[in-house]
């Protein structure tokens, strides 16, 4: 099956690639080279315990995302690098259409980039989803598994594989993933944890559920569940999800959520 990945590019996303090339072998890839966040460098420069949060995030990365730069080298072939600084949304999407009226995938995944005009490239022949940080309909928009733990909410944090439509973060959900919790996690390690326990459980599922029926439906839902914009974080906010998440752990009761999958 012809697929297109569209990422951002930390080793997260690079890894999250490697894994699902396994099997969805033929592929393009466009990576979308991206701050962390959009005020970043702002961000440093005010709060250390912002730059500290950070810079241990990146450390964890490459701790669990190895041989991520070995990947990269061995496919360039199949990547399209973009800057998110040196395009706008228009001149995006429009790059992802060219690419697709010429490469002609029948999937689409999704995982870490800008917002996609999924109206202007959906259509019977290409199934597309969305890779969502955070577990939906509970945790939608940006940073969602940051905020379960700054709402004492540390059992919510995971990963969700769910149709790309043309509302955020609101399609059909096909498989999700969480983590389990021990006393020497961090919320950076979860994070990552999440990552790769996504990376080992859904990319044969969803494989395998579109080679037996393409056209599946996945699990329709209804929230009133916020939304997360990038302007709702504020550095003090690490202070308290920090805090929370130390409280959490002496929570000897700790239950995971319900997950939506359709297997």
């Not at 315990?49 to 070995?70: P, Q």
């Not at 959906?122 to 928009?141: A, D, E, M, V």
């Not at 916020?226 to 003090?236: L, S, V, Y």
Request: hydrophobic letters at 35%; charged letters at 30%; one cysteine or more.
């Amino acid at each position: 099956m012809k697929t297109i990945f569209i990422t951002g590019n930390h080793p997260r996303h690079i890894y999250l690639v490697k894994r699902f090339t396994k099997l969805f072998s033929n592929f393009k890839w466009i990576i979308e080279t991206r701050d962390i966040n959009i005020n970043d460098s702002v961000l440093r420069k005010k709060s250390k315990l912002y730059e500290k949060h950070i810079l241990d995030f990146k450390k964890k990365e490459k701790i669990f995302f190895k041989e991520t730069l070995s990947f990269l080298k061995r496919k360039k072939k199949k990547i399209i690098n973009i800057k998110r600084n040196e395009i706008n949304s228009v001149q995006f999407n429009k790059e992802i259409l060219k690419i697709i009226k010429k490469f002609k995938p029948k999937i689409l995944f999704s995982y870490g980039c800008q917002k996609i005009d999924i109206l202007k490239i959906r259509n019977k022949k290409i199934r597309c989803f969305n890779i969502h940080g955070g577990l939906l309909p509970k945790y939608r928009g940006v940073n969602t598994n940051f905020w379960p733990h700054k709402n004492s909410e540390s059992n919510y944090i995971g990963l969700t594989l769910h149709e790309l439509t043309d509302k955020i973060d609101s399609g059909d959900i096909y498989f999700q993933t969480t983590v389990s919790i021990n006393k020497y996690d961090t919320i950076n390690s979860l994070s990552c944890k999440a990552v790769m326990n996504f990376c080992n459980r859904v990319p044969k599922k969803i494989f395998y559920t579109l080679k037996k029926n393409f056209q599946i439906k996945g699990i329709k839902f209804k929230t009133n569940s916020k939304t997360w914009i990038k302007k709702d974080f504020k550095p003090n906010d690490i202070k308290v999800a920090y805090r929370n998440f130390k409280n959490f752990l002496k929570n000897e009761n700790i239950k995971k959520p319900l997950l939506v999958n359709i297997y």
